[in-house]
């Protein structure tokens, strides 16, 4: 995936130290830096009340800032209107004027634009062909589905060529499939378009599939800002590991300490384990140690000096491309192990008692 | 909102179409014990609909018994018009063969003599004269004075018989002639009686009198009717009024049959026949027009009785239009009697202006209600509901004191020296006082719709707008506003129709300019009492709403009304 990495300097979108209060007492954007480069598609992600959709809106221009500066192309834009920002954009709920056509909504950002009838016509059916919906001028949106509603949307925000289109959670409303074959085309919309995309979302496998690069957002904050493989891969902190993807975690302080290794013995039973330290400091500091369900490996064949744990089988889950076993692990019940359904994968049963163990670097030992 | 969103609205190949059109191919679907299955539904919902109606059915019999009942009543009054022919039956009978021309012919004269007879015993003849005046002038003084001057008709013949017989005297003898002989058992017996049990049976006339002397006996048989009806009296003691010696000339000295009667009434009878060749003669219509009224050669007081003798008259619905019935045909009112048609103008164009006025001030409130935090926004609304928790008249008669030349509001505009002091403005009394207040007082019912609507919109599509790059004003206009109109319409018919019928307000501040049909109709009911008149007003009133309304709906589409 494609990875963007000198954007800093000539930034497209940029926050500047961005904060915001609804009420004068809380913030509900904590200190936003967050610069985005021409033609990336990044996406915030982040569970509700975590500030997202807040940063969308200031940067629509729906919402001001209570304090910093954000900047489109070079410019502040703190003041300047929205009608006046030329940016497109894509509501959860289409947003689809009602009393319209579909062809007259999409005519609609044209029309005050003042651009010529014929001129008109011709980017319509384009932008309209270009979501697949050339036959639906005619009709108003109360008779589309879902899906064809989103599309229309994603056609009105993009029928006036803007270079950056925001989208607010824009396939929350449509059913699995839809939404799967919706991310894609957008997707290949955008690239195609070359457009900056902004994208809202609290999904996080749309976050991961859609994304040149994610912020994940978390108390006013942006969490961590990486490329998806990273942000799922190695995780900075404990509220990130948990938030993408599926994650075991287990409390425990670290005992050694050495580069980039570390050894930490967990509260519930004494045993010692072995991890990355991501940011941990010093040997007995707390840690929480996060290990994917994919990297656990069973009766392991690791080095010498590796640390292994006993656990025992609780649940075994037949899920067809993967079996999902719960074990009891260190004191706790829900460590889940995934693993691929092969044909010479062991296929255990509660009771069974086992070893498991993990590479070092699978293995990270974050902030509790 | 729209029809469009009903899923029945969709053509084409859809699944549910695709079944629809199974089902129509493959004949009525049965239910599984094979009764078809609308039957077995219709069966299965028919208790439902009665308890539903049980549920209605103390309403919807309060509403036809108190409302829907008297409300149809007095619209039937608008056309209804018998009371003429009721009251004048023989004149109305005899004016068939009028010309139109000078005044009619004896018989004419004689018949309404008979039937104004009756008509002042029963004391009809003057409200008989009271609707005739609302077509004709003078018409309800003529029939006063007629009633009291037709006692006279017939005296001279009455003086001639019983000197020819003091027999014609006796109430006995008209009995014997004219009575059923089964009547005069009946009443022999009751008049035995020692303390006589509940009134006289009512009296029937014998078959040989009708057949004898048919005027006689119909003039008698009122007599003993009213007799007994409103004197309480006995036609066996009561010599007959002088019409009906009238009767009995007239049915003498035109072809009487002999030997229907035998002994000393056939005897009395052939006697009086062969006398009245030679009686002193009484001309009915001279009698009128030189005794009573020379209004009665007039030809327009007979054409007017005539014109209206049908039982039913398009004449009230006419006069609600400026228009009159007269004996040549319809024809426009004299321009100075004009005031109907000006009055239907005023009230529309009044109706109208307060109506924009309403929306003009309700909608930007409505607005910011919506679009306020509901706590405000509750608050707000509570201000708009005030006025509902106060009385109408209270409301009005505090505009009158706010409104006249010496009160607040032209004392705060001379104070801050906007008018003079010999220059206060004129704002109650007259149009403008009636739309001020009205205004004030139906602005809820233009506010409460279009906030109801305006609440329903989210503010998502004005976002929408503006991110596509459209003015605040243009959002509004091309997105808010077209949204909004469901709201404008519900308001708009709601106060419309409201001031349409408004009464109280344009009668209390209203002056002469500013008064609504209503106030007319109002004036037609409780003042001059011209039941049918205001009957057709509201007609026209109740049928110019209702094409209104679909007017409306044929425009704007009723399915784009909305109270929320």
């Not at chain 1, 079996?323 to 994968?345: C, E, H, P, W, Y």
Request: with cysteine.
């Amino acid at each position: 995936m494609l990875v963007l990495d000198t954007r800093s300097e000539q930034a497209f979108v940029e926050f500047d130290r961005v904060q915001k209060s609804y009420d004068g007492e809380t913030l509900v954007v904590k200190d936003l830096n967050l610069a985005i480069g021409k033609g990336e598609f990044l996406t915030m992600l982040g569970p509700s009340g975590s500030g997202k959709t807040t940063c969308l809106m200031m940067l629509a221009g729906f919402e001001t800032a209570t304090h910093g500066e954000i900047r489109l192309d070079g410019k502040e834009i703190n003041n300047i209107p929205p009608h006046k920002r030329g940016i497109g954009m894509v509501f959860q709920n289409y947003a689809l004027f009602p009393h319209m056509t579909v062809a007259e909504n999409l005519a609609f950002p044209l029309e005050v634009r003042n651009i010529g009838k014929s001129e008109r016509e011709t980017k319509i059916k384009r932008a309209l062909d270009m979501v697949q919906m050339g036959d639906f001028g005619g009709r108003r949106p109360a008779q589309l589905s879902g899906g064809q509603q989103q599309r229309i949307a994603l056609a009105r925000a993009l029928v006036f060529e803007p270079e950056l289109v925001l989208m607010d959670e824009p396939l929350g409303a449509l059913d699995k499939q839809l939404r799967e074959t919706l991310q894609f085309e957008i997707t290949r919309l955008a690239h195609d378009l070359g457009i900056t995309v902004v994208y809202v979302t609290h999904d996080q496998t749309e976050a991961l599939t859609m994304s040149d690069r994610v912020a994940v957002f978390d108390d006013g904050r942006i969490q961590q800002l990486a490329a998806p493989d990273e942000l799922y891969e190695r995780p900075e902190n404990s509220f990130v590991a948990q938030f993408i993807g599926e994650n075991n975690t287990l409390e425990g302080t670290v005992t050694k300490l050495s580069g980039d290794r570390c050894i930490v013995k967990l509260d519930q039973t004494g045993e010692h384990i072995d991890a990355l330290p991501v940011n941990v400091k010093k040997e007995g500091d707390r840690t929480l140690v996060s290990i994917r369900p994919e990297r656990v490996e069973f009766d392991p064949q690791l080095g010498p000096d590796a640390h292994t744990l006993d656990a025992e089988v609780l649940e075994f889950i037949y899920m067809g491309d993967v079996f999902r076993t719960r074990l009891r692990v260190a004191g706790r019940d829900d460590f889940i192990v995934k693993t691929r359904n092969r044909a010479d994968q062991k296929r255990l049963s509660p009771g069974d008692r086992i070893k498991i163990g993990w590479l070092p670097q699978d293995c990270r030992a974050l902030d509790t | 909102m729209s029809s469009a969103t009903d899923p029945d609205a969709f053509t084409g190949a859809t699944p549910d179409n695709a079944l629809r059109d199974a089902d129509r191919a493959a004949g009525p679907m049965l239910a599984a014990d094979g009764t078809p299955l609308k039957r077995s539904l219709n069966r299965a919902l028919r208790a439902q609909k009665l308890r539903a109606l049980g549920l209605i059915a103390p309403l919807l019999l309060f509403i036809i018994i108190t409302f829907i009942a008297p409300i149809a009543d007095m619209l039937f009054r608008s056309v209804e018009n018998d009371i003429v022919s009721q009251t004048l039956p023989r004149t109305v009978v005899a004016l068939e063969d009028w010309n139109g021309e000078g005044a009619p012919d004896e018989e004419t004269f004689r018949a309404l003599g008979a039937d104004l007879v009756v008509a002042a015993e029963l004391k009809n003849h003057t409200r008989l004269g009271s609707r005739l005046n609302y077509e004709t002038v003078g018409m309800s003084s003529l029939f006063r004075q007629s009633g009291r001057d037709v006692d006279d008709i017939g005296e001279v013949y009455a003086d001639q018989f019983i000197v020819l017989s003091e027999a014609w005297e006796e109430p006995a003898t008209w009995v014997a002639l004219m009575a059923d002989p089964d009547w005069v058992a009946e009443q022999s017996e009751w008049a035995a009686q020692e303390d006589p049990i509940g009134p006289e049976p009512a009296f029937a006339l014998s078959e040989q009198a009708q057949e004898a002397l048919p005027r006689t006996a119909r003039s008698y048989a009122q007599f003993a009717q009213i007799i007994q009806s409103e004197d309480e009296d006995s036609p066996t003691e009561e010599e007959p009024w002088n019409i009906v010696y009238q009767a009995l000339y007239e049915d003498l000295s035109q072809g009487y049959v002999t030997g229907i009667y035998s002994g000393e009434l056939a005897q009395l009878l052939d006697n009086a026949a062969s006398a009245v060749g030679g009686f002193e003669q009484m001309s009915v219509r001279d009698f009128f027009l030189e005794e009573v009224d020379d209004d009665w050669a007039d030809p327009e007081v007979w054409g007017t009785i005539k014109a209206f003798s049908s039982p039913y008259t398009a004449g009230y619905f006419l006069s609600s239009v400026d228009m009159q019935l007269t004996p040549q045909g319809i024809e426009s009112q004299p321009e100075d009697q004009q005031i109907y048609m000006l009055l239907f103008q005023r009230t529309m164009f009044m109706s109208l202006t307060i109506m924009f006025s309403c929306i003009l001030l309700g909608y930007p409130i409505a607005f910011l209600l919506s679009n306020l935090p509901l706590r405000t926004s509750n608050l707000l609304l509570i201000l708009v509901l005030l006025p509902f928790w106060t009385s109408l008249l209270v409301r009005t008669s505090a505009w009158k004191v706010l409104l006249q030349q010496e009160g607040v509001i032209n004392d705060i505009l001379v104070w801050i020296g906007l008018i003079g002091d010999g220059s206060r403005l004129q704002l109650i009394n007259n149009q403008t006082g009636t739309i001020i207040a009205m205004t004030h007082i139906l602005l809820p019912f233009m506010i409460l719709p279009l906030y109801s609507v305006m609440k329903t919109i989210p503010p998502h599509y004005v976002r929408a707008a503006k991110s596509l790059g459209a003015t605040p004003w243009t959002a509004f206009w091309r997105v808010y506003f077209p949204q909004s109109v469901p709201g404008i319409g519900a308001g708009s018919i709601l106060v419309f129709i409201l001031s349409i019928g408004y009464y109280i307000t344009p009668e209390i501040v209203g002056g002469t300019t500013g008064t609504f049909i209503s106030n007319r109709i109002a004036y037609h009911i409780s003042s001059s009492l011209n039941w049918g008149l205001a009957a057709a007003l509201g007609s026209i009133l109740l049928a110019l709403v209702l094409v209104l309304y679909y007017l409306y709906d044929r425009i704007v589409g009723i399915d784009n009304v909305s109270l929320g």
